[in-house]
């Protein structure tokens, strides 16, 4: 290991996207129902079209457009019904120069018939016959078949996260199992002496865990599978082998904690000694999120990510490279992010790419981000925070006004 | 019930929310394993202060800041060490003038000491001697109690839908059960002879349902609780028990279906007939969306809204009345929406409000929010929406370039 160089953000980034290839991808497999929110692994043909018949958007009679040329409230066309289409079931009826036939909304269009007249502009006159008091073009209130979708085309494309639109077109088209990306098994380790599981009553000098709580909800954001997750004393044994289970039942290991010298040493040489090739980064120019540490066992196909100790860093390093490289591998499209003007004058990360957290309000230029100030280590300023931005290592800062994008927290 | 006039969507949305209000609101408790997503319902006050000791940020030597006054690289003070604090343990330490004690990142700073030196400026001097090489001012590198979240105060408020950053200081406050509003508990029945489910062979004249998958899935967007959905032909008398059995097993019955006209009717006598006071809104002036229904039963405290049969606007009155009268009712700030300027220009609703969907792409200027032209009533279009903006009922119309805001679907 010995790695001196910090890395960049950006060749964090690309080194965990080389290594994260050792994942194997895997498709899964899941109903329809529980579908949201997952990620679809396969394009998705069509097997029929929709709709499957020329269909009627209108209560009224098909007819032959031509049949109703210069027809009008005061000069009707009448015209012969052969008859009513039934909702839900197929038509034998066949619509022939001079007649029409009444047609539900959403119901088959009988063959020979192209236009349809809403029953508004209709009465029923004499025997079967109907005057037509409306003039209307081929095509008029008529869903062609395949309109919506065509059988054999892709009507939705891999890597798609499916919201419930998407439920509903699958659920459309007959599909009730969809592929979907087989999601990262992942244990979540905290380590520390100090830490207390919630629940338990805590005495002085000892702190509550909470980084394994939040990085747990941050993968069921994610739709990540948490398959352990447990709080571990700093004791080399215990940790080294939680990391070897881990290599057996995870694709990925989140270890955080070791926020002392010696400590984070510990944690960075277990992740090398138990990976081959090993540590690939020991420390990110990030602030906050500094203490990162990237690893990678080839055998075991796990990747391995050391968050900082530091609540508020370990969410965020989380943000930016387990969430990423989730939706990097995946070409998972994000929600659109918001521009938005800076509210304070913000100074640069001297080096370092600086998140900085931001709330945001409404002004009439549009969204203003307030810089969250004050001691950013304090764990309930991420409870005011709505959002992000990134500012470059070589950026000078933020003047107030400035447009930045703001990611979403 | 013969309500002659449609309501605009705002008249609509006022009526729903005091019909709402017939709904108990109710707590419900989770862990706070499973609050991701959830809705507090109880403002929550800190048992205990974080930190519940003075705490230090670094690795480094306890000391009186004044003790280091005019200490630099090449004159440093010499301090006594009287001992070091044990990670994750509580200290009996005193430091008295003089002195300094080790305290690791995270540790407790003993009594006495009012800042900490850390210890790349410190040197190991003789028999219990450290030669400090820094001048610190009090609080340098110290967490005080109560810095983060002080005993007594509440720390997140009612209404906050929560986050992973909540669920990490939640579960940092020790509490293990979370106070969340009760969800709606939700009956979805889709009615139509010619609606077949996903899974089953289709015929010609026959449709799938897709309506109640999107609905469904748009509850667990929202977190509401769907206890019972299914697919029911257009008949009267199995309607009617469908409707009843919804009364006691829900807070709200949502109802698709009866696209063609004499079907609808019958929907909505029914929703009227089994609801007292019934229904309140019959037709609302929205595009599209027309056909929608609410009602509300006072007995059984049940809201009822017959979505549209139109699978597009049957997914957009849900976001616009369903998914708006819980968030409105619970008080959830949704997350900011997106300013964009519109791609192309649009013709205004003409006396009614317009959902446009639309398809964001990024340009130098900021957001382009481009209309999803063609015919609006496909199913597909759907997934290809971003998002929508509302065009109001007495505008005009949307000019290319104009800055819309855009809720995202």
Not at 308 to 322: K, T
Request: charged fraction near 20%; glycine fraction near 10%; aromatic fraction near 4%.
């Amino acid at each position: 290991m010995r790695l001196l160089k910090v890395d960049s953000l950006e060749e964090a980034r690309n080194k965990l996207l080389r290594a994260a290839e050792v994942i194997p991808a895997g498709i899964a497999s899941c109903t329809v129902q529980d579908a949201l929110g997952m990620i679809l692994a396969e394009d998705l043909i069509a097997n029929e079209s929709i709709p499957m018949f020329r269909k009627s958007t209108v209560d009224g009679y098909a007819v032959l457009a031509k049949d109703t040329s210069g027809a009008s409230e005061t000069i009707p066309s009448f015209l012969q019904c052969i008859g009513e289409v039934e909702m839900g079931k197929p038509t034998t009826l066949k619509v022939a120069p001079g007649q029409c036939a009444y047609v539900p909304t959403g119901g088959m269009i009988p063959n020979g018939a192209d236009a349809m007249v809403m029953v508004e502009f209709s009465e029923p006159y004499g025997t079967g016959q109907v005057a037509i008091h409306d003039s209307v073009s081929p095509g008029r209130s008529v869903i062609n078949i395949g309109d919506d979708v065509m059988a054999g085309s892709v009507y939705l494309r891999k890597g798609k996260r499916l919201r419930p639109q998407e439920i509903g077109v699958i659920a459309s088209m007959g599909v009730v199992e969809v592929p979907i990306v087989r999601p990262w098994r992942v244990t979540i380790l905290s380590t520390g002496d100090e830490l207390i599981p919630a629940g338990q009553t805590i005495s002085a000098g000892e702190i509550r865990d909470s980084n394994s709580y939040t990085a747990a909800a941050q993968c069921e954001k994610y739709g990540l599978d948490v398959v352990d997750k447990r709080i571990l004393p700093d004791d080399e044994s215990t940790i080294r082998q939680a990391i070897i289970n881990a290599k057996e039942n995870s694709d990925l290991l989140i270890i955080s904690g070791g926020s002392s010298q010696g400590k984070k040493d510990m944690t960075a040489d277990l992740l090398d000694q138990l990976a081959s090739p090993g540590v690939f980064t020991h420390g990110i120019a990030v602030k906050p999120g500094k203490p990162t540490i990237l690893s990678v066992d080839e055998e075991s196909k796990t990747l391995m990510v050391g968050l900082p100790g530091h609540p508020v860093a370990a969410m965020i390093i989380f943000e930016l490279l387990v969430g990423w490289i989730w939706q990097k591998i995946n070409d998972i499209k994000n929600p659109p992010s918001i521009l938005a003007n800076i509210g304070n004058n913000v100074h640069g990360g001297s080096g370092r790419t600086m998140c900085l957290l931001v709330e945001m309000s409404e002004s009439p230029a549009g969204w203003v981000a307030t810089p969250i100030l004050g001691n950013s280590g304090l764990l309930s300023t991420l409870t005011h925070a709505d959002g992000y931005t990134l500012i470059g290592a070589n950026q000078e800062g933020l003047n107030k006004g400035q447009t930045v994008e703001i990611t979403v927290l």
